[in-house]
């Protein structure tokens, strides 16, 4: 039974450490859908890693595992296992199209909440954030529309309730 | 390292980077240090050459230096510390790196690297060392900053050495090395690492259910690795108390020779690819297994789905990932080997559950069943001489001369008859290159055990494809009077390959024959050594004897017969109870399937 994982992974802020634990995804052969990384801390000295994969259990205990036992990682949480979260992410899309193309790209970008942060007379961006599946579906809507180009930042996520993940 | 900047210290305690180098290993308890130079760590060869603390041992070789270090801790449960040049240095210490981190050996890898400013720019002699060596090594720094350096390098020796041991490198550029640098001295043992804490003792609850599982077993076995050699004497000695206690059959893998002595009753020989009968029927047909320090190996379990199917699994390790990674366990004990030993001798102590007596002599008597089977046996007779027996011989007579003796060996048929016939009933004696499997490695980890132990007797088993390897380390031999014996059975094939040609690829013996062998006797003579052949089976015992009784090295050419096969063997895809047991053994006939000819 294959399932997906939401991880957060608190690291060390050094040199390196997004090389290892991208190098233990394509040495061990794990999948990875999305991973995104910043730092966290005031001081800087801590990032925060979300990495969303996909397995079986057995897998994902030994991704977790195999993170977990890297040096500089401080602590490593299965968000999908551990409880109800949050998961966002952003994506600037941008959709050429005139005419009623133009028009129902609006129409449609107005219904899902997605901003228009740029235009010109033949062209939008729009900024969209939500979860993978509003991203997908907003996407495959304006695919026929004119859509020309996608940047996305991958998952962010987030326990919800009081329980906090610190080093 | 965060400390350093928080405290600067005052500039009077400034020194050049390369006497803090070596100032830390002199505080991290380093007396020998085998290396090559090189224009990027020239610094730490000046500074090596005034001061009387530390020794250097000049390989041939990096890899060999990476090999030697190797020997060295696991032949003292110290850290092996290395020291090489940037580019090809660090480049040539790599399979080294590799193989240490397979076995869990505990070294640090010094090495040398452009200035700072220079990085980036494939300076002469530059390679990205941290990147080349990330997946080599369980952790690499490169020092950028003066202030970062010795904090650095005990960080290094802490993360070796701690939960599950394995190589670090420090790469230091060489702007860094001359540069003045601030020391601070190492954190007190105890002091909790900003954020790599191995746990070392085992979940107490897991613990208690352990014993229960074990006190009703009815068919029992401890299996044991190189975890418990990992974790010091003391574990050993728990073990062979836990375990005849408890009355249990013990097995070991390849890695974990020497922790239960191979004399005992109890103990039932090696396991696995070429395990006994005994060793690998008693896995096969389990109810409770108890693993500890050992990793589920694919050479240990062979196919998995038929891998010990009736047994409830108790897995002890250190490393949270070796669980459930191969074989799925019923309980798991994360810890340190010898506390985790302690801790199942005090609950089957205090757990007054009487063991099921009359079932596990029932066991017993099966096992002795098996047993029977002589698995080992080999005839030698005519004037060719056995490979099996030149080993059966040359532990008869190095027992018989009562020394302390270590073996190394190469990798192939040699290091797995070096398994079968040389009976080890001490830890830390027996270095092989388990995990990697890298031909090469024998002689310069002997060359690492001799340095460690002078007067004791080194011994690499080799054969005459692995031992060209890594013979340039012949002169470090000459060099520093290190009187290790290379044993080389040679058959002039790449024995293993030449066997697995044998039973899976038609006979058909692509590249593995060793041709065009130099004259080892000679070659050994070119190196300053004594160089002895033994022909015939009536030389054997003449050689071995000459061999141990000379003060200086030896190269001694056992000429063994050319087409000797190591049995039993369990084939590639095969099962515990599908063991090949000889030429003739009606398992022979059953070929090897699709799915096993993939595997190696």
């Known amino acids: ?63 977790k595992a195999q993170l977990d036992r890297l040096v500089p990682v ?23 199209a005139k005419g009623d193309h133009r028009v129902e790209a609006l129409r449609l970008a107005d219904a899902f909440r997605a901003r228009v942060v740029d235009a010109t007379t033949e062209s939008f961006v729009f900024e969209m954030t939500g979860n993978a599946e509003k991203l997908d579906a907003f996407l495959a809507l304006m695919r026929p529309l004119g859509l020309a180009e996608v940047s996305r930042t991958g998952a962010v996520a987030i326990a919800r309730g009081s329980r906090a993940l610190a080093a | ?72 801790a696991r032949s003292t449960g110290k850290v092996g510390v290395v020291l090489v040049t940037s580019g090809p240095g660090a480049t040539n210490a790599v399979t080294g790196l590799v193989d240490a981190l397979m076995d869990s050996i505990p070294v640090v890898c010094l090495t040398g690297q452009v200035p700072t400013h220079l990085i980036g720019n494939d ?165 409770v297994m108890l693993n500890l320090g050992a990793r589920f190996d694919d050479r240990v379990t062979g196919r998995l ?11 002890a390790d250190i490393d949270p990932s070796s669980i459930n990674k191969n074989v799925k366990v019923d309980v798991a004990l994360v810890g340190d080997a010898g506390l985790t030993i302690a801790a199942l001798l005090e609950a089957w102590k205090a757990d007054e559950t009487p063991v099921a007596a009359p079932a596990q002599a029932q066991w017993w008597q099966q096992i002795e069943e098996w047993r029977a089977k002589d698995c080992l046996r080999y005839v030698q007779q005519g004037s060719i001489i056995k490979p099996q027996h030149a080993v059966k011989r040359l532990f008869e007579m190095t027992k018989a001369t009562g020394r302390d003796t270590f073996i190394s060996t190469e990798v192939g048929q040699h290091q797995m008859w070096a398994a079968q016939y040389f009976g080890f009933d001490e830890p830390n004696r027996w270095m092989t290159s388990g995990g990697l499997g890298t031909m090469g490695y024998g002689l310069p980890a002997a060359m690492g055990v001799q340095v460690a132990h002078p007067d004791a007797l080194c011994i690499d088993i080799a054969g005459e494809a692995s031992i060209l390897m890594n013979i340039q380390e012949m002169g470090t031999l000459a060099q520093y ?24 690829h038609g006979s058909r ?15 050994a003579e070119a190196f300053h050594a004594r160089g002895l052949r033994a022909k015939t089976a009536d030389e054997l015992d003449g050689v071995i004897a000459e061999m141990l009784a000379h003060p200086g090295p030896v190269i001694a050419d056992i000429c063994v017969a050319k087409d000797e096969n190591c049995f039993p063997m369990i084939p590639s895809g095969a099962a515990h109870n599908e063991m090949i047991l000889g030429p003739g053994s009606e398992q022979n006939a059953r070929s090897v399937t699709d799915e096993g000819m993939v595997l190696v």
Not at chain 2, 305 to 315: G, M, Q, T, V
Not at chain 2, 484 to 503: D, T
């Open chain 1, 1 to 63: 039974m294959q399932r997906s994982a939401t991880i957060a992974v608190l690291v060390e802020n050094e040199a390196g450490v997004l090389a290892r634990v991208i190098g233990l995804f394509s040495g061990r052969g794990y999948n990875i859908d999305s991973l995104t990384v910043a730092p966290v801390a005031e001081d800087g000295r801590l990032s925060r890693i979300t990495v969303v994969t996909s397995g079986t259990e057995m897998v994902i205990e030994q991704i």
């Open chain 1, 74 to 96: 401080h602590r490593v949480s299965d968000l999908t296992l551990e409880g109800p979260h949050l998961t966002r992410e952003l994506a600037l899309i941008k959709v050429v």
């Open chain 2, 1 to 72: 390292m965060s400390a350093t900047t928080a405290h600067p210290p005052a500039a009077t305690d400034l020194r050049p980077g390369a006497e803090v180098v070596l100032r830390a290993l002199k505080d991290q308890g380093v007396d020998v240090i085998f290396g090559y130079p090189g224009g990027a760590v020239l610094p730490i060869y000046d500074a090596l050459f005034q001061q009387n603390h530390i020794r250097h041992i000049l390989v041939r070789h990096e890899q060999a230096a990476v090999h030697a270090a190797e020997g060295y």
């Open chain 2, 123 to 287: 300076a002469f002699q530059e390679a990205d060392t941290t990147g080349i060596t990330r997946p080599a090594t369980k952790h690499n720094y490169l020092v950028k900053r003066s202030e970062d350096l010795a904090g650095v390098m005990h960080d290094a020796f802490y993360v070796a050495r701690s939960g599950r041991p394995g190589p670090v490198v420090v790469d230091l550029p060489k702007d860094i090395l001359i540069k003045p640098a601030p020391y601070v001295e190492a954190p007190k043992p105890g002091t909790p690492h900003k954020s790599y804490r191995p746990r070392m003792e085992a979940d107490r609850d897991a613990v208690l259910q352990a014993v229960r599982m074990l006190k009703r077993a009815e068919r029992p076995v401890i299996y044991t690795g190189g975890g418990v050699i990992n974790a010091g004497p003391e574990a050993s000695r728990l073990l062979r108390e836990f375990v005849r206690l408890t009355g249990m059959p013990c097995t070991s893998t390849l890695m974990g020779l020497g922790a239960f002595p191979h004399s005992d009753r109890q103990f039932l020989g090696m396991l696995g690819m070429h395990g006994t009968v005994e060793a690998n029927l008693v896995m096969h047909g389990c109810d």
């Open chain 2, 305 to 315: 789905d038929a891998f010990s199917p009736n047994s409830k699994k108790i897995h």
């Open chain 2, 481 to 504: 009077r290190l009187p290790v014996k290379v044993f080389i059975l040679n058959n002039e094939y790449m024995g293993m390959v030449r066997q697995w040609q044998e039973l899976l």
């Open chain 2, 509 to 523: 013996y692509s590249e593995s024959y060793s041709e065009a062998l130099p004259d080892f006797v000679r070659l």
